[in-house]
């Protein structure tokens, strides 16, 4: 319970965002999302839970996905870091952005830029050949079916539960067939004589 | 009912004015009439590129110079009073900069609609968590440490009430109703069900933490937060604070989710306008995920008992619903458990009981459907036991018991179609190979079952108003206070005012969350977008008559496509006919078709579960929503709200359970890593239909609330499959596998 | 989140010596303990960030297969031989967590992961564990998610790893330095440590002792592998139960039997009596309720988890016809 007695030292961390190099001076404590959010205005990157339990947070490093909440920013020094505004900007959106704007993968927006860059980094991670723990054989490669989709995006919670639309739009961005046009049927009883 | 005699243009000065009082059923369908053709289109959202690229800014992301991080204290006793806080301690910390307590500071969120503050109980605590002190610092990683390790000497009272099972009840007036002899209903009966059903408290969660940015500009507050109801929480926060609500402006442009939870000003709002104003500096403070869960609205723990009383046929004699829900002492709002159950079905005799425990846990309030989203689950299960126990079809026995007007009020009912919804549902869903016998389907590990429930969520219109802007170069503007939290307003607003301008939808501009703009009904209720869109139509009404006089010709005749005007023998772009910008206040009311008639949306859930036979885990197949809502103003939109809806359903029926320890009321599980909320796996496709209708009583636009209709039943279509799996009837809500488990078949 | 200093080490027999020194916590993926940090559950003075030490590596090796403890759960659970050598560790680790935690949580880390119980992690409440001698308020409460077997009346928390318990069925070795720069194996069965009347400590670990790998013995030939997580919800959840198995039937008869599980016990759970009962036996219901006896024998629920004590009989009994069946 004791206060800290000393005065608490800055770290220098250099960071290669999208492309650019940011120096950040901060305290060791600054998480990597909280150091894209309040020390480099990119807030784009969202903080749902800060405990690794939601994925808003999500970034590549090094191209590969990553909780940023349970990130130190000092511990990725000298690291290349895409976020989500790496990924495209409106008017020149990335085919993962485009498509969950197609499909509605999404309601109130805030887990999205997780989603979307989560969902980046999957396509890559299968197109390795990573299994997930619904691969039947391990022993071979894994075709990305909605279910294989499924499991690996569960990391990334959406309360709106736009979960439909968000596998559909990556099955789009991965080049296969959604499940279901966009939109829903609106059935016309009287037109159509029923009842 | 026959509607011939009514004249649909009673309130025809609406078009001159842009004002209506909704009085009488509109059977003039404007809407169906125009041109444009985007009205109830899958059109995407165009808020949909700045929030898939992280551009949409939510409120902890306003920046502002000089910036201080405040993070709340939650009280560690649950009932008792602070003593006193060792501020000195604190502020030696590196980078604190105040700390905020005393007589201000909300207990708990104001209730949706409140319009006034919340309890202020100037140190006196009453539940774990309860928000006690604000610790600011100059940055986030300061305040969080100096928040944990702040000390406060408390004293603590031995008499809090924790579990309500054991806790006093209080009986609260106007809610108990005994109409007919409920009593000789079941003693007549030729089959009845008496069942007692439980849920859990549950949560919101929503995804974004609430936020409040504060800044003063002299006596100016302008607070950027995540809210739902700008109209209500404007006022709440200047009553909170004790100042003229004209210095409060609150901005709320995009809200990351709030399924109740951010309907009433809520404390760190209040604390980070204290703060700010104390230190002369800008404060964020943005909740931690814990003190999401522990200081905003829980749903309260329901214990229902159900009893069905009907004749061979199945038609119901008898009804009654018995409720025990608890909230904090002093707090108004009580969980309308059998909100559906008084209209839905018939049976003379009826019964509704309620009662409510004061438990020192956290708030109870709206959560998504506040009383279906829980009743229902009782009811439609209650439904499901009744027809396996006379062995007539779940979708019949529903259809049987249909009545004509309300059961209890003897009104009429505005456009339901629920048998529609059910017959529908059926035939797409494939019901006619349902296998009635349980747990007479089996693949590998897995019983198969499958199950049906009705849904129902009344429908209300709010009062609201809107600016609308038609400028000559052919574009418009959209401007009202109300709120996009994911529902689509940006989206549907846009869509009514393009298609009663006949403009493309990117010409139409909606601007939205400030407080200042034409007071919306805010959202909530699943009232916004029919609310806030008759505004938004009335408004284009009243243009379309001066555009109409513009051309020189009547406003019925008048067409408006593509900017361009038609009419009479005139035809014009909207350049060459307006001098200037038409701009005008839509203004929608409710009145006597809200008290005549029962306005609700109506559907039918099904689903196929799969129930593993080693494990007794549950996983939904598929599963199917048929709504009937009024008009559909956006059918991906709305899609997308069944889809949420249903989702929860999935959650409410097998996963989420929050929480309380009974010996001290806190909460144990307030994080989402053990708070189940539905992940990505544990949703299947679903199947959305929509089935075609115009609620003329309801509002001029036809169209009624969807945001909750989808959750209610939905988890009961859930529990009744896996019924018909497996023959477990599991009535304590959520069905995870220890409660299914015993009772495997071998 | 306390303040501390951080370092980074450049050479495992720094990391060893700095982290020996009182106060002192070795970070590598950081997703436990970071979360852990920011509630103050651990509150440590130095972070010795071992990340940029060349632990990264899997190899096949005389004995066996080598994992360095910085591998990512990520890149073990993908890698060509674990899938097909050992499918029950692949299988493991891809039941646990998120693709984005496992592509940060390192072998080591995991085998050191924190007990989930809410108890443990609320500062507020009393945990021997968390704090020593202050109290279970587990034992009386909320213990759904909590231990049957192995437990004290200290405390009874559950290891919540996937990972260790398919490692425990398949008899890994984990390598350990000491900050003296000496290196020892310690088998895993003996790596963590029953509570009993000190739950605060979780395994054989010395101040300043660094995992720098684990190594799985040569695959066990036609062996029928599986893990199987019973949970409370399809994806991102701890186990209520786990059951690992590595087994081989040869004439009819279980041969090579190892059996571990998670979510009963305060460590990776294997019991050589169950697989004594199994050995050189014809499968059959019968045997397959006995080992579950076997298993269950000591077993104690606390109310809420009373529940574990049928369904780890009927995931046994599953996994072992499934076994008999291959």
């Known amino acids: 319970m004791a206060n800290s007695p000393r005065p608490i030292a800055m770290i220098e961390t250099t960071l290669t965002i999208n492309g650019t190099r940011h120096e950040v001076n901060a305290d060791p404590r600054t998480t990597l999302l909280d150091a894209l959010r309040h020390h480099l205005g990119l807030h784009g990157t969202k903080k749902g839970c800060d405990h690794g339990q939601c994925g808003a947070c999500t970034v590549m490093v090094d191209g590969e996905r990553i909780n940023s909440c349970l990130a130190l920013a000092c511990m990725h020094d000298g690291d290349e870091i895409t976020t989500v505004e790496g990924l495209g900007q409106p008017g020149n959106l990335s085919p993962m952005q485009d498509a969950f704007v197609r499909h509605d993968g999404y309601q109130c927006g805030y887990c999205t830029p997780g989603q979307v860059v989560s969902a980046t980094a999957m396509l890559g991670e299968a197109k390795r050949g990573w299994p997930s723990f619904v691969s039947d054989d391990l022993d071979t490669d894994v075709a990305l079916t909605t279910q294989e989709i499924s499991e690996r995006m569960s990391g990334n919670l959406c309360r709106c539960s736009a979960y439909p639309g968000i596998v559909n739009a990556i099955l789009d961005a991965d080049g296969q067939q959604p499940e279901g046009e966009a939109g829903a049927e609106i059935v016309n009883l009287v037109l159509e004589g029923a009842q | 009912m026959d509607l011939s005699n009514l004249n649909p243009f009673s309130s025809s000065d609406h078009r001159e004015t842009g004002h209506l009082k909704m009085d009488k059923p509109d059977t003039s369908r404007r809407l169906d009439e125009m041109q444009q053709g985007v009205i109830s289109k899958s059109l995407n959202r165009p808020d949909g590129p700045l929030k898939v690229s992280g551009t949409a800014r939510y409120a902890a992301e306003a920046e502002a110079d000089d910036m201080a991080t405040g993070v709340l204290v939650g009280a560690i006793i649950p009932k008792g009073r602070v003593v006193s806080i060792d501020e000195d301690a604190a502020m030696k910390m590196p980078g604190v900069l105040g700390v905020f307590h005393g007589k201000k500071l909300l207990r708990n969120p104001a209730q949706g609609t ?67 002899d409920f009593d000789a209903a079941m003693r007549d009966a030729a089959a009845t069900v008496d069942s007692r059903y439980t849920t859990p408290v549950q949560s919101s969660a929503p995804m974004e933490p609430h936020a409040s940015v504060a800044q003063w500009n002299g006596d100016q507050l302008t607070l950027h937060g995540s809210y739902q109801m700008l109209n209500y929480n404007k006022n709440e926060l200047a009553d909170s604070l004790g100042i003229d609500v004209k210095n409060v402006r609150i901005l709320a442009p995009y809200v990351g989710g709030g399924f109740g939870s951010k309907l009433g000003i809520a404390p760190e709002a209040v604390a980070a306008a204290l703060a700010a104003k104390a230190l002369e500096r800008p404060v964020r403070v943005a909740m931690s995920r814990r003190t999401v869960f522990e200081t905003t609205m829980r749903r309260s723990e329901t214990s229902q008992r159900v009893q069905l009383a009907a004749d061979k046929t199945g038609k119901l004699l008898g009804l009654a619903h018995h409720a025990s829900v608890s909230n904090l002492p002093d707090e108004g709002f009580t969980e309308p458990v059998a909100a559906a159950t008084h209209f839905l079905y018939g049976g003379g005799s009826r019964r509704f009981t309620y009662e409510v425990a004061r438990l020192n846990r956290s708030c109870a309030g709206s959560v998504r459907a506040p009383g279906e989203a829980v009743g229902m689950l009782a009811l439609e299960s209650a439904m499901d036991e009744l027809a396996h126990e006379l062995d007539i079809d779940p979708i019949e026995l529903r259809v049987r018991n249909m009545p004509e007007k309300h059961p209890e009020s003897d009104i009429p009912y505005s456009a339901r179609n629920f048998e529609d919804c059910l017959r529908q549902g059926a035939k797409r869903f494939g019901w006619a190979d349902r296998r009635p016998v349980p747990a007479s389907r089996r693949e590998g590990d897995w019983w198969i079952g499958v199950g049906v429930a009705g849904a129902a969520r009344s429908n209300i219109l709010g009062e609201s108003k809107a600016l609308v802007t038609l400028n000559a170069d052919g574009t418009a503007l959209v401007e009202t206070d109300m709120t996009d939290i994911g529902t689509g307003t940006y989206t549907i607003l846009a869509q009514i ?91 929608i009311e409710p009145g006597a078709t809200m008290e005549n008639f029962d306005q609700a949306g109506y559907g039918a859930h099904f689903a196929e579960v799969a129930v593993n036979a080693i494990t007794g885990e549950t996983r939904v197949r598929r599963m199917l929503g048929v709504f009937a809502a009024g008009r559909i103003l956006n059918a991906q939109t709305a899609r997308s709200q069944c889809h949420g809806g249903m989702i929860w359903g999935i959650g409410g029926a097998l996963h989420e359970e929050l929480h309380h320890d009974t010996r001290d009321g806190h909460m144990v599980n307030g994080d989402l890593a053990e708070y189940h909320v539905p992940v990505n796996l544990d949703v299947p496709q679903l199947d959305v239909l929509f089935i075609h209708q115009r609620d003329d009583h309801a509002n001029p636009i036809q169209a009624k609330g969807i945001g909750e209709l989808g959750i209610s039943g939905a988890g009961a279509a859930i529990t009744n499959a896996i019924f018909n799996a497996t023959g477990v009837r599991v009535r304590d809500y959520p069905a995870t596998l220890d409660k299914i488990l015993p009772y495997l078949p071998d | 989140m306390k303040p501390f200093t951080y370092e980074r080490a450049t050479a495992v027999a720094d990391a060893g010596r700095s982290a020996a020194i009182p106060g002192a916590a070795i970070i590598a993926g950081g997703t436990n303990l970071l979360d852990l940090m920011k509630l103050q559950v651990e509150t440590p003075d130095t972070l010795v960030d071992v990340t940029r030490l060349d632990m990264h590596a899997m190899e096949a090796v005389d004995d066996g297969f080598r994992i360095g403890a910085l591998v990512t759960n990520s890149n073990l659970a993908a890698d060509r031989t674990v899938r097909r050598d050992y499918e029950v560790l692949s299988r493991a680790l891809l039941s646990g967590a998120t693709g984005q935690l496992r592509n940060k949580a390192t072998t080591g880390g995991n085998l050191l992961q924190r007990t989930r119980c809410n108890y443990f992690q609320d500062t507020n409440a009393r945990c021997n564990k968390r704090e020593p001698g202050s109290g279970c308020d587990a034992i009386e409460g909320l213990n759904r998610i909590l231990a049957v077997l192995g437990t004290s009346d200290h405390c009874i928390a559950t290891h919540p790893s996937d990972m260790a318990v ?117 499968p059959s219901t019968a045997l397959f309720g006995k080992a579950a006896d076997v298993l269950l024998a000591d077993a104690r629920g606390y109310g809420h988890n009373d529940f574990k004590l049928p369904l780890a009989c009927r995931m046994i009994a599953s996994v072992l016809r499934d076994a008999s069946e291959s």
């Open chain 2, 497 to 587: 005012a393009a298609e009663m301008l006949g403009l493309p939808l990117e010409k139409v501009t909606v601007s939205l969350g400030d407080s200042e703009l034409p007071e919306g009904p805010g959202s909530g209720g699943s009232w916004g977008a029919q609310s806030s869109g008759s505004s938004v139509y009335l408004a284009c009404e009243a243009i379309r008559t001066k555009v109409a006089k513009a051309l020189g010709c009547a406003a019925e005749d008048l067409t408006l496509k593509d900017g361009i005007a038609t009419g009479g023998n005139n035809r014009k772009p909207l350049a060459d006919l307006l001098d200037g910008p038409i701009a005008q206040e839509g203004h």
């Open chain 3, 166 to 282: 398919a490692m425990q069925a398949l008899d890994a070795t984990v390598e350990v330095m000491a900050a003296d720069g000496s290196s020892r194996n310690v088998a895993l069965q003996d790596f963590h440590v029953l509570p009993g009347d000190t739950p605060h400590i979780e395994t054989v670990l010395e101040a300043g002792d660094l995992i720098t790998a684990v190594t799985l013995p040569k695959p066990v030939d036609g062996s029928f592998q599986t893990y199987r997580k019973a949970r409370d919800r399809a994806s991102y959840a701890f186990a209520l139960i786990s059951v690992a198995a590595v087994i081989t039937i040869k004439d009819g008869r279980f041969d090579h039997v190892a059996l571990a599980f998670g979510g009963l016990g305060p460590k990776p759970w294997r019991d050589p009596a169950i697989e004594d009962v199994l050995r050189g036996e014809e």
């Open chain 2, 114 to 180: 409140a319009n006034q503050a919340p309890i202020q109980p100037d140190g006196e605590v009453s539940y774990m968590g309860q928000p006690v002190a604000l610790v600011v610092a100059e940055s986030f990683e300061q305040a969080r440490d100096a928040a944990i390790t702040l000390a406060i000497t408390y004293e603590e009272d031995d008499d809090g009430v924790f579990d309500p099972k054991i806790a006093e009840k209080e009986k609260p007036d106007g809610k108990q109703i005994d109409q007919g």
